[in-house]
């Protein structure tokens, strides 16, 4: 018959074996506790000193212009990139002492995990400078689009000013979850169907509403060298002497009365200058 093994024995064994692995494991947390201490003022006073830094060489001014951006006021928010880099470097400094304190321990799990985190704070880093520029980039590209529809009249230039704005700001963050290592090729996919089939529906839509106008302000280039103010000419049975000439219209004195021609109508009718 086989012995039993003696109850007492595997008990004492076991608490052994709980004893030294707890004698074991004391040291080694309390060193990761020293490391991550130690990381957590470093980090701290790091993190000061960086944010002094900026200040004082203006590298906020950056982040004010940012702060004018419409879009960034609807959202009532104050971006101080000052703050926002001492921060993520705060967080960079402890994860590096995380890590090492993990080591220490050495619970190999948490020691992957973080250490993937240390490896993508640089990717994040360049993401955000890319999402940075792209957005100052969008917003010169809107206000030049504004400032063009302005001087040619367009009463819808605010309209595709912010279209070309959420346009490209979209492919920049696109590029920036690229950059950050993230998949985006469906939503690169759905980007271009979408912009497709809406570029396509406005271009149509805006060509028949507005194609009077541009027949107007091609016309201006063409008359702007026959035509000037003072002139004296007929237009069918309208006679008047020409007060103003801009990008869409033609201004007649006729008698004690004003008359506006479209500026389109210098092609298509009989001109008649005294």
Same mark, same amino acid.
């Given at each position: 018959?086989?012995?039993?093994? %003696?109850?007492? *024995?595997v008990?004492?064994?076991? @608490?052994?074996?709980?004893?030294d =692995?707890? $004698?074991? @494991?004391?040291?080694?947390?309390?060193?990761?506790?020293?490391?991550?201490?130690?990381?957590?003022?470093?980090?701290r006073i790091?993190?000061?000193?960086?944010?002094?830094?900026?200040?004082?060489?203006?590298?906020?001014?950056?982040?004010?212009?940012?702060?004018?951006?419409?879009? !960034?006021? =609807?959202?009532?928010? *104050?971006?101080?990139? #000052? *703050?926002?880099?001492?921060?993520?470097?705060y967080?960079?400094?402890? &994860?590096?002492?995380?890590?090492?304190?993990? %080591?220490?321990?050495?619970?190999?799990? +948490?020691?992957?995990? $973080?250490?993937?985190?240390?490896?993508?704070?640089?990717?994040?880093?360049?993401?955000a400078?890319?999402?940075?520029?792209?957005?100052?980039?969008a917003?010169?590209?809107?206000q030049?689009?504004?400032?063009?529809?302005?001087?040619?009249?367009?009463?819808?230039?605010?309209?595709?000013g912010?279209? !070309?704005? $959420? @346009?490209?700001?979209v492919?920049? /963050?696109? #590029?920036?979850?690229?950059?950050?290592?993230? %998949?985006?090729?469906?939503?690169?996919?759905? @980007?271009? /169907? &979408? +912009?497709?089939?809406?570029?396509?529906?406005?271009?149509?839509?805006y060509?028949?509403?507005?194609?009077? &106008?541009?027949?107007?302000?091609?016309?201006?280039?063409? #008359?702007?060298?026959?035509?000037?103010?003072?002139?004296?000419?007929?237009?069918?049975?309208?006679?008047g002497?020409?007060?103003? +000439?801009?990008?869409?219209?033609?201004? /007649?004195q006729?008698?004690?009365t004003?008359? $506006?021609?479209?500026?389109?109508?210098?092609?298509?009718?009989k001109?008649?200058?005294y």
């Open positions: 018959m086989k012995q039993l093994p %003696n109850l007492a *024995e008990l004492r064994d076991t @608490f052994q074996t709980l004893i =692995q707890f $004698v074991e @494991f004391v040291p080694r947390f309390l060193g990761a506790i020293v490391i991550l201490v130690i990381g957590i003022i470093v980090a790091t993190a000061l000193i960086v944010r002094r830094v900026l200040h004082r060489v203006g590298f906020d001014k950056i982040g004010e212009r940012l702060n004018d951006i419409s879009v !960034v006021k =609807q959202l009532k928010t *104050e971006i101080k990139l #000052s *703050e926002i880099v001492a921060k993520v470097l967080y960079y400094i402890l &994860l590096i002492f995380i890590v090492q304190a993990t %080591n220490t321990l050495g619970v190999q799990a +948490i020691t992957e995990m $973080v250490s993937s985190l240390v490896s993508f704070i640089p990717k994040l880093i360049a993401a400078i890319m999402l940075q520029v792209g957005i100052l980039l917003d010169a590209l809107r030049a689009v504004v400032n063009i529809c302005d001087s040619f009249k367009i009463a819808s230039g605010r309209l595709l912010m279209i !070309v704005f $959420v @346009f490209f700001l492919i920049t /963050l696109i #590029s920036s979850l690229a950059q950050a290592g993230i %998949n985006t090729e469906l939503l690169e996919s759905s @980007f271009n /169907l &979408l +912009i497709g089939g809406v570029i396509f529906a406005f271009a149509f839509g060509g028949l509403a507005s194609r009077d &106008l541009m027949a107007n302000i091609l016309s201006s280039f063409y #008359s702007k060298n026959k035509y000037r103010e003072g002139q004296t000419i007929q237009i069918d049975d309208v006679k002497q020409i007060l103003k +000439i801009d990008t869409t219209s033609m201004t /007649l006729t008698g004690e004003t008359t $506006v021609f479209p500026l389109q109508i210098l092609q298509t009718k001109i008649e200058i």
